[in-house]
């Protein structure tokens, strides 16, 4: 259950959909998940599951989420909007 924003140094609680950015993501767990029984090597099979994140009006617009592997979710900034030129055509 979401209770607050995403970014860890916000404390604005989850109140609406409406107010803020809603994001749904697939993180994977590689620690959960099984041995495969008499393989000479274990390994694991990763855990994906779909998981949602909130980030409020404040950090909506600068900041976006993030997945690493080994890391999780992660605060980034948003990156700068291309900067459009108008071209004024000479008649």
Known sequence: MLSKCANSSCSNSFLYLTKG??????TEDAETGTAIPGAEFATKKSSRRLEYFWLCDECA???TLTFKKGVGIKTAPKPAAPI????????
Not at 21 to 26: D, G, I, P, Q
Not at 84 to 91: L, N, R
């Open 84 to 91: 459009q030129v108008a071209v004024a055509s000479a008649h």
């Open 61 to 63: 617009p600068s900041l």
């Open 21 to 26: 950015k809603l994001y749904r993501m697939e």
